[in-house]
Structures are given as structure tokens and as C-alpha cells.
T-cell receptor
Framework: QQQVKQSPQSLIVQKGGIPIINCAYE??????FPWYQQFPGKGPALLIA?????SEKKEGRFTISFNKSAKQFSLHIMDSQPGDSATYFC????????????FGKGTKLSVIP | GAGVSQSPSNKVTEKGKDVELRCDPI?????LYWYRQRLGQGLEFLIY????????KSGLPSDRFSAERTGESVSTLTIQRTQQEDSAVYLC???????????FGQGTRLTVV
């Protein structure tokens, strides 16, 4: 049973565009939602994370929007650049003391010049 | 080293052979995780070590898979009698304690032929 559903599988935008990647979850015990960025041949690296007590978090050009009632969260990349081309994974982890990150299947983003 | 180190980077093995994958966590990190990433898929949790506590092996897909870690040092993931479906990238991550950010290594790409 997939607990975190991520869409789209792939996304192509032009430089300067605003790609949006969406994730939905089922487990209401999840309370930590990170996004990871992965370049080919590299391990995933934490990009930005949010907890459900806020509806939005912004770090540089990256913004997470969180809708607790809908059990959905999304990543927005402002003024996207070719260097942002990578695979993005959303993830979720349940309450205090837990440790397993449940990952979405990933979105391959291509930003064309 | 500065990050999580995994070896080998790539491994090609014949079906039925045993393989051993190595992970050197960041010094001082008490928590260590192994994940599997199949082509086009998200990360699948395999096993978790926290200090000297008993490991959580709930994600291991079969008894052909095992992992060891001595104290807070190196971990090895062993796959016995490899099958073609074991082909994947095996990722190791470590964190300072069990509910903090996990830092990933670059992974070992295993190909079973």
C-alpha cells in the first residue's frame, strides 16, 4: 500500500517557469514532510521540510504549501533554472520517536533553457 | 570523511552469488538506515540501526537479506543468493539521532545478471 502518492512522474518547464509537484498522504499520524532532491548518481539530499502546524514554508526559491485537511502538500520552485533539473521526492514520517521516512515515487524535473 | 560513504559504487554479480555492500556513516551519527531504490521508484525502507539497540529489520524483503553494524561504525548489507529482482540502488543514510535529518550516501548500484 503506497502511503504517499506523488505526481506528476515527470515535468518539463522552461527556464523561469514555476514547476509544481504534488503529494498526497493517507496516514494522519504523519507529522513531518520533507522534500528531497536527487541528481543522477547521487544520493537524495534534503531540500526543505514542513510540519503540519504551518500552511507554507519558503526557503529561497523553494516553497512548500501544506493543506492538512486535504492531506496534501506541494513543492513550488520559483524562477526555475536548468540546474534545478533533478528528481524530487516527497516523504513523510509519523510522530515523535519514529524514524522511517515513507517516500513518494519521485518526479523527474527538466528545466530547459 | 565529510559525508556518508558507500562502497562499491557499482557491483555486477551473477545470479545466485552473495554480495556485501558497505556503508561508512558520518562520524558521531548514532542512527543508520538502509533503503533500496528500484528504477523509477521511490525509496523503500530496509533496516534501521540506532546505537546499541536491536535493529528494526521490518523492511527486509526476504531472509536472503541481512545487515550488521558494530556500535556506531560501519554497516554491511549482505544479500545471499542474489536474484535479478535484487537489482537496484542501495542507499545508506545516517543521522545524529533517530528523529533528525538523514544524510544519504551516493548509493551502490547493484546489477544481477
Amino acid at each position: 500500500q503506497q502511503q504517499v502518492k506523488q505526481s506528476p512522474q515527470s515535468l518539463i518547464v522552461q527556464k523561469g517557469g514555476i514547476p509544481i509537484i504534488n503529494c498526497a498522504y493517507e496516514n494522519t499520524a504523519f507529522d513531518y514532510f520533507p522534500w528531497y532532491q536527487q541528481f543522477p548518481g547521487k544520493g537524495p539530499a534534503l531540500l526543505i521540510a514542513i510540519r503540519p502546524d504551518v500552511s507554507e514554508k519558503k526557503e529561497g526559491r523553494f516553497t512548500i504549501s501544506f493543506n492538512k485537511s486535504a492531506k496534501q502538500f506541494s513543492l513550488h520552485i520559483m524562477d526555475s533554472q536548468p540546474g534545478d533539473s533533478a528528481t524530487y521526492f516527497c516523504a513523510a514520517r509519523s510522530g515523535a520517536g519514529s524514524y522511517q521516512l515513507t517516500f513518494g515515487k519521485g518526479t523527474k524535473l527538466s528545466v530547459i533553457p | 570523511g565529510a559525508g556518508v560513504s558507500q562502497s562499491p559504487s557499482n557491483k555486477v554479480t551473477e545470479k545466485g552469488k552473495d554480495v556485501e555492500l558497505r556503508c561508512d556513516p558520518i562520524s558521531g551519527h548514532t542512527a543508520l538506515y538502509w533503503y533500496r531504490q528500484r528504477l523509477g521508484q521511490g525509496l523503500e525502507f530496509l533496516i534501521y540501526f540506532q546505537g546499541n539497540s536491536a535493529p528494526d529489520k521490518s523492511g527486509l524483503p526476504s531472509d536472503r537479506f541481512s545487515a550488521e553494524r558494530t556500535g556506531e561504525s560501519v554497516s554491511t548489507l549482505t544479500i545471499q543468493r542474489t536474484q535479478q529482482e535484487d537489482s537496484a540502488v542501495y542507499l545508506c543514510a545516517s543521522s545524529p539521532q533517530k528523529n533528525t535529518e538523514a544524510f544519504f550516501g551516493q548509493g551502490t548500484r547493484l546489477t544481477v545478471v
